[in-house]
């Protein structure tokens, strides 16, 4: 009787091992699947990279000559100019010292920040529309601007690309920067002259 039970112990284990491995198997091929239906259709980017991101480190904090300085520069390279930090100042919210968002139609987002109890330290993102072309005169000039102009020790620099399904997140981002310039244009005609 007891060879009889652990025969049919085997037996039992054996078919619960063959089971389990039928499952392993299926569950193996519709993972795999799954993985090829999801490559298969690409995922919107949630990331945007910065073509040029740099933290640079000034002497001093931003004045408002080193606000028209920047925006001036803006300007030349052919963005639009928010200034954002100086219209919290107005309004008493003074949260940046400096904050230019500069806009260059639909195409290029230049992003200046000078960071909160960090004195002297700007944070920089240049953005180009999806897939990343960079460019290089201007990616140049910007490192150019700080290192010369405003006499900045650059500590940090990296280059990042986009893939062409970042496209949506792009847009969103400029419809977001095109509404503040919108909502500054507003504020700025409830101002008295």
Same mark, same amino acid.
């Given at each position: /009787?007891?060879?009889? &039970?652990?025969?049919? %112990?085997?037996?039992?284990?054996?078919? /619960?091992? /063959?089971?389990?491995? *039928?499952?392993?198997?299926? %569950?193996? $091929?519709? @993972?795999?699947?799954?993985?090829?239906?999801?490559?298969?259709?690409?995922?919107? @980017? +949630?990331?945007?990279? %910065?073509?040029?991101?740099?933290?640079?480190?000034?002497?001093?904090?931003?004045?408002?000559?080193? !606000?028209?300085?920047?925006?001036?520069? $803006?300007?030349?390279?052919?963005?639009?100019?928010? &200034?954002?930090?100086?219209?919290?100042? *107005?309004?008493?919210?003074?949260?940046?010292?400096?904050?230019?968002?500069?806009?260059?139609?639909?195409?290029?987002?230049?992003?200046?920040?000078?960071?909160? +109890?960090?004195?002297? +330290?700007?944070?920089?993102? $240049?953005?180009? +529309?999806?897939?990343?072309?960079?460019?290089?005169?201007?990616?140049? @000039?910007?490192?150019?601007?700080?290192?010369?102009?405003?006499?900045?020790?650059?500590?940090? /620099? &990296?280059?990042?690309?986009?893939?062409?399904?970042?496209?949506?997140?792009? &847009?969103? !981002?400029? %419809?977001?920067?095109?509404?503040?310039?919108?909502?500054? *244009?507003?504020? *700025?005609?409830?101002?008295?002259?």
């Amino acid at each position: /009787m007891i060879v009889l &039970n652990r025969t049919f %112990a085997a037996y039992w284990k054996l078919g /619960m091992l /063959m089971k389990l491995s *039928d499952i392993t198997r299926f %569950a193996f $091929l519709l @993972s795999t699947g799954a993985l090829c239906v999801a490559t298969a259709y690409p995922q919107a @980017s +949630r990331t945007l990279r %910065a073509d040029l991101g740099l933290i640079a480190q000034c002497q001093g904090r931003p004045t408002v000559d080193t !606000e028209g300085t920047v925006e001036q520069f $803006l300007k030349a390279e052919g963005f639009k100019s928010l &200034n954002l930090g100086r219209i919290q100042k *107005d309004h008493g919210v003074g949260i940046y010292d400096l904050h230019a968002i500069g806009l260059q139609g639909k195409d290029k987002i230049l992003d200046i920040l000078a960071v909160p +109890r960090e004195k002297g +330290r700007y944070a920089v993102g $240049l953005y180009t +529309r999806p897939p990343t072309v960079h460019s290089v005169p201007l990616e140049k @000039s910007i490192e150019d601007f700080f290192a010369n102009r405003l006499q900045c020790r650059i500590t940090q /620099m &990296n280059r990042g690309d986009n893939p062409v399904e970042a496209m949506d997140f792009f &847009n969103r !981002e400029i %419809a977001r920067i095109e509404g503040l310039f919108q909502q500054a *244009d507003a504020l *700025d005609g409830r101002r008295p002259k």
